[in-house]
């Protein structure tokens, strides 16, 4: 079941930040927001994920508005490697089996 | 540390046909889930094992099964293929039953003619 919904396509100038949104307002307390990409060609990417409270990686950062119901995926310099589907997915702790919807095609550009 | 590897990489079968596909997860992981993907249907989830029992199932037929050995290697089988079972299929591993964290493999590309 679709618990997500993510803009099908951005673009984003190489070296500026990429800013990913998605809704997910039907999220409940227990779940998380985890953010994975696939590269073409290749199997997804593990990114980050997080619960209520921002969270940063060597990778992305991740905000998630106070009543939880979106976040947002900053990538701060983006280069030409980040072009990729970026999947936005809510689950619960303790569950595998991860939905990945259509995600958004993100193309950055030099 | 050796990534997710997936044997084989590309397979050609024919309608009818059965295929065994293989996965051996990271050194340490035991957990091991399958999806396809598909242009029309993109990444769907199959099923999910943890030693060496199923822990989660997607919703496909009977036809797709799968194990997973005391070695955390996982094998996932189609029987009686169709032309629609043509897709990539991916294997991710991870450590433990959190999802945050599941290592993918390159995928086998199957096709059915």
């Known amino acids: 079941d679709a618990k997500t919904t993510q803009p099908p396509s951005m673009d984003c100038a190489e070296g500026r930040a990429a800013n990913l949104p998605c809704n997910h307002s039907?999220?409940?307390?227990?779940?998380?927001v985890y953010w994975y990409r696939q590269i073409h060609s290749q199997g997804p990417q593990y990114i980050i994920h997080?619960?209520?409270n921002n969270e940063t990686n060597e990778m992305a950062s991740l905000i998630i508005t106070e009543d939880r119901k979106s976040s947002t995926l900053i990538l701060p310099h983006a280069t030409l490697r980040d072009t990729a589907v970026y999947y936005c997915?809510?689950?619960?702790?303790?569950?595998?089996?991860?939905?990945f919807g259509t995600g958004t095609r993100l193309t950055v550009i030099p | 540390k050796a990534g997710v590897t997936q044997t084989p990489r590309y397979l050609i079968k024919t309608r009818g046909q059965q295929v065994t596909l293989s996965c051996s997860p990271i050194?340490?992981?035991?957990?091991v889930s399958w999806y396809q993907q598909t242009p029309g249907q993109g990444l769907q989830f199959l099923f999910e094992?943890?030693?060496?029992?199923?822990?989660n199932k997607g919703n496909f037929p009977g036809r797709f099964s799968g194990r997973q050995f005391s070695n955390s290697r996982s094998e996932m089988n189609v029987s009686t293929l169709e032309l629609g079972d043509s897709a990539l299929y991916l294997c991710?591993?991870?450590?433990?039953?959190?999802?945050?964290?599941?290592?993918f493999g390159p995928g086998t590309r199957l096709t059915v003619t």
């Open positions: 991710a591993s991870s450590l433990s039953d959190s999802a945050y964290e599941q290592y």
């Open positions: 039907t999220i409940s307390g227990n779940e998380y």
């Open positions: 997080g619960l209520k």
């Open positions: 997915i809510v689950l619960q702790t303790g569950a595998n089996n991860l939905f």
């Open positions: 050194s340490g992981h035991r957990s």
């Open positions: 094992y943890f030693s060496e029992t199923q822990r």
